[in-house]
């Protein structure tokens, strides 16, 4: 009798497992024999190169990564709220004006956003922007048309009968939205806002686009800046990890919102 057909359905995942562990096993130990450890403590774990990263990295480009992205996304946040009205308007020029916006910024890369407003604007119009204007401008155009959508699926997701309890109560409309439909759809949204929070953090790296000061890098400028001076991806390492500071941790916080969200539910 074969030997697959000898084992019990659980025997055989667990030799499955077994084979899957001994493959990772070997692959491990394979780079750990082939690998030049020299080389790559020297590329990616100079300590010297991180030691002269410190303070500045935290003190000018984390700050300024967190404070770009809080800017765009208080910026979106506004206008994603207004588009996800105007979504659901009963005025079709006020439907068809949300549409054509959500679905253009939605289909263009939020690089041609950067340089529309950061070049395009400036010399067609001949205006100088602010640069946080600018980044404000750029994450929160392109997170809006994400955070309508967000926002409109939301406010539909509310039941119906809440709608019309509000309205036996003699609410008018706008006083129901804004007394009743929004504090629940924000509830139900705020873990896909929260994922766009962390999308729009790693989005402020195209700040460096803007030519920006020392004192306005963010932390992918920052690593790139002293990748060329110190010629060690050690920099490009760090501000890896420092991203993963903000991202991880807002991950964790929409895991938690979803699994309280379901639970309400």
């Known amino acids: 009798m074969p030997l697959s057909l000898a084992l019990s359905r659980r025997q055989r995942a667990r030799v499955f497992r077994g084979v899957q562990y001994a493959v990772l096993l070997l692959a491990i130990a394979a780079f750990a024999l082939v690998a030049d450890w020299g080389t790559l403590r020297e590329a990616f774990f100079d300590v010297d190169v991180a030691r ?17 992205a809080l800017l765009g996304f208080g910026f979106g946040l506004g206008l994603g709220l207004v588009l996800a009205m105007m979504r659901l308007s009963s005025v079709p020029p006020y439907r068809w004006l949300a549409i054509a916006y959500i ?133 490009i390492l760090i501000a890896g990890l420092l991203y993963l500071v903000i991202t991880l941790p807002l991950g964790h916080l929409v895991r938690r919102l979803e699994a309280r969200t379901a639970k309400a539910r």
């Open 52 to 68: 002269a990263l410190f303070p500045e990295i935290i003190t000018t480009a984390l700050v300024n990564t967190a404070f770009y």
């Open 103 to 235: 679905e253009f910024f939605r289909g263009i890369p939020a690089l041609l956003v950067f340089i529309s407003l950061g070049f395009g604007v400036p010399l067609a119009f001949e205006v100088a922007l602010d640069m946080n204007v600018t980044v404000m401008l750029s994450l929160g155009l392109v997170g809006a048309a994400y955070m309508a959508e967000t926002i409109r699926a939301g406010i539909q997701a509310v039941p119906k009968g809440q709608w019309e309890a509000a309205r036996s109560l003699g609410m008018s409309p706008g006083r129901a939205m804004v007394s009743i439909v929004m504090p629940q759809a924000f509830r139900i949204v705020l873990p896909p806002l929260t994922n766009e929070l962390i999308l729009l953090t790693k989005d402020s790296s195209l700040v460096y686009l803007l030519g920006l000061s020392l004192g306005q890098f963010e932390l992918a400028n920052f690593g790139r800046d002293a990748l060329n001076e110190h010629k060690s991806l050690t920099p």
